[in-house]
């Protein structure tokens, strides 16, 4: 059932299914990486890539996918848990309006993984995929489990799917949980998404009879004593961490319970616990460790979070069996109080078959069996535990606090211009005394856009309302993205915390995305480049154009296409008569660069009389 060998990777996942494709999806994550979410597009685009690796290397491969999909695309994340990216990359810009931070309502944290994605087609219904992952959108590579959930929008029936409800009142409530009010591109297409997947006829995967969705932590829902079978005989539960009181009630009946987990986590349970279950396990990292050649792993800072998420395990599946049925729920949700008392905001999803095709047996395989999930565990063993120093468990807490009053501040930035190309950012902040964490702490802080060994700013914590200011930036450093480092200290103790923040800002030029094209698209070899995986076109052309390299002026107006030559001008011509929009983006992409001094020397000579001609047989057909 949850062999090692079955895997997909995430970035995979979200391709569009081949006559499709991606119309408008969100996506929702306790802990952000930018970087991650700058390849994402990639994948909804349909444009090829080696690795992720790779296409972090490649800006105009990147700029492609985030014009294609970043304004067709949501994610809602935990305001404070966005990672440090690495500095000096003009594309963050292009994600800012993709970006939403959010909070729990009922005080715990959001902690969902689930993307709704929507593919259009010309010759059927939409398809809705569904995507319930136990992971958070980074390059983690640790152990996890995602549920793919596809159907399309039925045209024979104008009601709703009842077991639908729940998904589609989750999506509703996104923008309920933000810090600020959204704006209206997403409000109009969560509001979309969210009608129209109610009557999406999603089906459950084989082995599997029928499915339900269970939202946590939003009004109206509340499961801790109904979620799971009460004359359930058997529970096997695997999560990384865990709560005493959660894992007792879930094994007051039957016996042969199963448990996997973390040895940190086991090892903090009572006795009482453990005596709960008849088998215990953990991970077998001798057994699950492979060397990865992916570079992006090590991309950006490893973790957003205080405590470091697990590097091993990371699914979370609670599986019951009673008479002859199984269910497993699965999604986001830890055995922890926090996520079953309506305190987190989490989802799950629970699937019920037959137990001789998904009982716990038949997850767990037999141990001579090599594709077998219990080939990946090896029974936990105690060992001497060494306790954590109260002081060090303190300054991770006074930063966390120190975190929360950040994101409760209400920062907003303002650009101020003082010279035709260098700006002043200035950081305003509201706070009274008495809303000041306590305690031995610095706070410095800087745009993720430049290296904070030359720009980090100090934030006095202590002082009035008085404006931070990051002094002589030129247009293309201006960003709402903004890095925090918070220095804890306690009894000797010291714990530092990265994350960052995505502020309102106001003042910002109009022709800043005309400059961040132009210095993206930086030549003229990388203008033709662009120029042709433009003419790609998102309905997916047999040419690879992205995989286009030329050097010379001279072969400038031909490309290399899957060993063939395909002369620019033909291309334009085949644009302008199947796809004629492409040639109004082109165009807009020939109006930025025209718009900026150094836009203007990647555009060849050349060019500006062949597409004359082009715009002029454009406008005959308007």
């Known amino acids: 059932m949850l062999a090692p060998d079955q895997r997909e990777l995430f970035l995979d996942a979200l391709r569009p299914p081949e006559g499709y494709r991606f119309d408008r999806g969100i996506g929702t994550t306790f802990t952000l990486d930018l970087l991650t979410l700058l390849v994402a597009p990639l994948s909804l685009a349909l444009l090829e890539m080696s690795d992720s690796t790779a296409a972090l290397n490649d800006p105009v491969l990147l700029l492609e996918g985030l014009r294609r999909q970043a304004d067709h695309l949501t994610i809602f994340c935990q305001a404070g848990r966005i990672a ?4 000096d990359n003009y594309l963050y810009s292009f994600l800012e309006g993709s970006i939403v931070e959010v909070q729990a309502p009922q005080g715990g944290v959001f902690h969902p993984k689930v993307w709704l994605l929507r593919y259009e087609s010309e010759e059927g219904p939409p398809l809705y995929r569904l995507l319930n992952l136990s992971r958070n959108l980074t390059f983690d590579k640790s152990w996890d489990l995602m549920l793919r959930l596809e159907g399309y929008v039925t045209t024979e029936r104008s009601r709703a799917y009842r077991r639908n409800h729940p998904l589609g009142d ?10 600020r009010p959204v704006d209206a591109r997403i409000a109009e297409s969560v509001d979309f998404l969210q009608q129209e997947v109610r009557r999406a006829d999603l089906e459950p995967p084989w082995p599997f009879e029928d499915l339900a969705f269970y939202p946590f932590g939003i009004p109206g829902y509340h499961y801790r004593s109904s979620i799971f079978d009460e004359n359930c005989q058997r529970v096997m539960v695997i999560s990384p961490f865990l709560s005493d009181q ?8 039957g016996g ?16 009482e616990t453990l005596a709960c279950f008849e088998a215990i396990y953990v991970l077998d ?7 990865d050649p992916d570079a992006a792993e090590n991309a950006g800072e490893e973790t957003a979070g205080v405590i470091p998420e697990p590097s091993g395990l990371h699914a979370k599946l609670f599986v019951t069996e009673s008479g002859w049925d199984a269910t497993w729920l699965i999604g986001s949700a830890n ?4 996520a079953f008392g309506n305190k987190n905001v989490e989802f799950m999803v629970k699937l019920r078959g037959r137990k001789s095709k998904a009982g716990i047996n038949k997850v767990l395989g037999g141990e001579d069996e090599e594709d077998a999930l219990l080939a990946l565990l090896c029974p936990y063993r105690p060992a001497e535990q060494v306790a954590l120093d109260e002081g060090r468990k303190r300054a991770e807490t006074l ?3 120190v975190r929360n009053w950040l994101v409760a501040l209400g920062m907003r930035l303002k650009v101020v211009q003082q010279a035709p190309d260098r700006f002043d950012m200035v950081l305003h902040h509201g706070h009274s005394d008495q809303d000041v964490p306590q305690g031995r702490y610095t706070v410095t802080c800087w745009p993720v856009t430049l290296r ?3 720009h980090r700013v100090a934030f006095e914590s202590r002082s009035s309302r008085a404006a931070l200011a990051f002094p002589n930036l030129s247009m293309l450093a201006l960003t709402p993205f903004i890095a925090f480092e918070i220095t804890a200290e306690v009894n000797r103790h010291r714990h530092a915390l990265r994350f960052v923040l995505s502020l309102p800002i106001s003042g910002v030029p109009e022709s800043r995305i005309d400059h961040l094209y132009s210095a993206i698209i930086s030549d003229r070899t990388q203008f033709i480049r662009y120029l042709l995986m433009m003419l790609g076109g998102e309905e997916g052309d047999p040419f690879q154009w992205a995989d286009w390299i030329g050097e010379k002026s001279g072969c400038a107006w031909k490309a290399g296409a899957n060993g063939a030559e395909v002369p620019l001008l033909e291309a334009l011509v085949r644009a302008l008569s199947r796809s004629p929009e492409t040639i109004d983006r082109i165009a807009e992409l020939v109006e930025r660069l025209q718009r900026t001094t150094q836009g203007q020397q990647v555009l060849p000579e050349e060019f500006g009389t062949l597409w004359e001609a082009i715009i002029q047989a454009r406008s005959e057909t308007l």
């Open 84 to 87: 440090v990216p690495p500095p």
């Open 170 to 179: 989750f999506v509703q409530q996104l923008p309920q949980l933000a810090l």
């Open 246 to 253: 959660l894992l007792q009630d879930m094994t007051e009946q």
């Open 256 to 271: 042969g319970h199963v448990l996997v987990s973390r040895a940190d986590s086991i090892a903090a349970l009572s006795p």
């Open 285 to 291: 990292e001798a057994g699950t460790a492979e060397a």
């Open 335 to 338: 055995a922890t109080d926090a």
């Open 399 to 401: 930063a966390d606090d």
């Open 452 to 454: 904070p060994e030359q």
